[in-house]
DNA sequence: AGACGCCATGAATAGGTGTTCAGCTTTTGC
DNA sequence: GCAAAAGCTGAACACCTATTCATGGCGTCT
C-alpha cells in the first residue's frame, strides 16, 4: 500500500509550516529572539508544541529559517530600490536608505534577527544574511567606483563598516529613543545615510544632494 | 567582642575579589562570554565555586564588574591617544585609531564585551559602556567641528555610528580572518580609521594625511 | 467499509548551569 | 588557649525550556 500525499494534504502541511514561520516572526517583532520560544510560537500558530517539530528539527532551525527569510525580504527591497536608481551613486544611496528605514520600521525583529543574543547558535544563518546584504551593498560601492564617483578602496570591508554603523546608529542600544516622531526618523535616517556616502569617499556637497534623492521615494515608509 | 578586619584580611579579600575578576577576564579573553562560567572561573582564581558568590551576588554582577572595567581600561586608552594629539582633528584619529587596535588585539574579549549572547541580563553595563566610549568619541568629534575641521553634525549619533562601524568590520562575524598578519591587521586599521574620518566629513586628502599620522605610535602594538 | 500509515498532541523528560547552605576552617579578641 | 565570628567549601538543589514519545485521530488506499 503506496500511502501520497494528497494535494490537498501537501498544501494544509505548507500552511502550517508557513503559519510556524509566521508565528516565529510575529513573536520576534513583538519581543525580540527572546520571545521566540517553542510553546508560545506554536500557541500563535495554533499548535501544539510537539507539532513545531513535525517541521523544524529544532529550535535553531527554526530561527535559522526566519533569519534566511526576513533577509531575503531585505534583499530584494535594496536591489529592487538600488535598481530604480538613475545611476550608480544614487542607487548606492538607495540601498542605504532602504536598510536604515527597513531597520527602524521593524527595530525589535531587526534587533533580533542581527545581534540580539539567543540560547541557540544561529552564527551561521546570521552570517550568511549579513553576507548576503553586504555583498549587495559592496557591489553598489564597487559600481559607483567603477563609474569614477567614489575613491578605489576595499568594498568588502567598506559595505560591513557601513552596515556596522547603520545598525547601531539606528537599533543598538544607543540608538535615539524618540524615533517614533516621523521627523526625528527622518532626520536620523537622513543622517546616517549621509555619514555612509561620504565615509565611501562622496564629497559632503554632492553627499547631502543624493540623500535628500533617496529619501523622497523612500517618503511613505518613513511617514513624512 | 567586636570582630574587626584586619589589615592583612581586607587585603587579602581585595586580592581575592581581584582574583576573581582577573579570571573571569581571562576566561572571556580565552573562551569569549560563553566560558564564563562560575565553576570554571573559581577554579582558576583557586577558588570554591561557592566563595565567588561572597564577592558577586550573582553572575550577572560579575560579568558586569567586568565590563566596566574593560570599559575604563579601553576609555583611559582612548583619552590618553586622543590628548598626545597635536590638534582636534589629530585627536580624533588617534581615538579611533585606538579603539580600532584594542579591538583586534583582543578580539574574543572585545565581542564578548560588545555583542555575544550570555545568559544573564548584562545590557544595563553594556549600555553604560557604550555610552563612556561613544560619549569620548562625540566629544572629540566635537572638539574637531568646533575648531572648525568638520562639518556641524550631530555628533552623538555620529559617534555611535563610528563604533557601530569599527566594532563591525573589525570584530564582527564578517571581519576579515586573516587579521593575524601584521601587515593586514595594519592595513585594517588604516582602511576603517579612513572610512571613519571621512564619515564625519574630514576631506579625503586630509583624512589620508590623519590617518598615517595616528597609525605611527600604535606602531608597536599593530606589530608593523 | 475496513485496515493501515501519517500526522498532531501535550505531558513527561532531559540536561546543564546558576545558586544555596549546612558544615568545616581560619581569624579575631581576650 | 579558647570561644565566637567570619570566611570558605562543594555537593545538592532549583529552575527553565528544548525535545521526546506514547497515544489518539484523521486521511488514504483497496
Do not use: C
Not at 3 to 11: E, G, M, N, S
Not at 36 to 60: C, E, L
Not at 131 to 156: F, K, M, N, S, W
Amino acid at each position: 500500500m503506496v500511502y501520497r500525499r494528497t494535494h490537498q494534504v501537501v498544501k494544509r502541511l505548507a500552511a502550517r509550516r508557513s503559519a510556524i514561520l509566521a508565528a516565529a516572526r510575529e513573536a520576534a517583532a513583538d519581543g525580540g529572539m527572546a520571545a521566540v520560544q517553542i510553546a508560545p510560537v506554536a500557541v500563535r500558530a495554533h499548535v501544539a508544541a510537539g507539532t513545531v517539530y513535525r517541521y523544524f528539527p529544532s529550535k535553531a532551525d527554526l530561527i535559522s529559517e526566519l533569519i534566511a527569510e526576513v533577509s531575503r525580504d531585505e534583499l530584494a527591497a535594496i536591489r529592487r530600490a538600488a535598481d530604480a536608481a538613475p545611476g550608480p551613486s544614487s542607487a548606492l544611496a538607495a540601498a542605504v536608505t532602504t536598510v536604515a528605514v527597513h531597520v527602524l520600521s521593524q527595530r525589535k525583529l531587526a534587533w533580533g534577527i542581527l545581534a540580539e543574543p539567543v540560547d541557540v547558535d544561529v552564527t551561521a544563518s546570521r552570517l550568511a544574511s549579513r553576507r548576503e546584504i553586504a555583498g549587495e551593498i559592496a557591489t553598489r560601492i564597487d559600481a559607483a567606483v567603477r563609474a569614477g564617483h567614489l575613491p578605489a578602496q576595499d568594498t568588502a570591508l567598506a559595505a560591513t563598516a557601513l552596515l556596522g554603523a547603520l545598525h547601531e546608529s539606528l537599533v543598538g542600544p544607543l540608538a535615539p529613543d524618540n524615533l517614533d516622531d516621523p521627523v526625528k526618523l527622518r532626520d536620523a535616517v537622513q543622517t546616517v545615510t549621509l555619514l555612509a556616502l561620504r565615509a565611501v569617499g562622496v564629497m559632503d556637497a554632492r553627499a547631502r544632494g543624493l540623500v535628500v534623492q533617496a529619501t523622497t521615494p523612500a517618503k511613505a515608509l518613513v511617514g513624512a
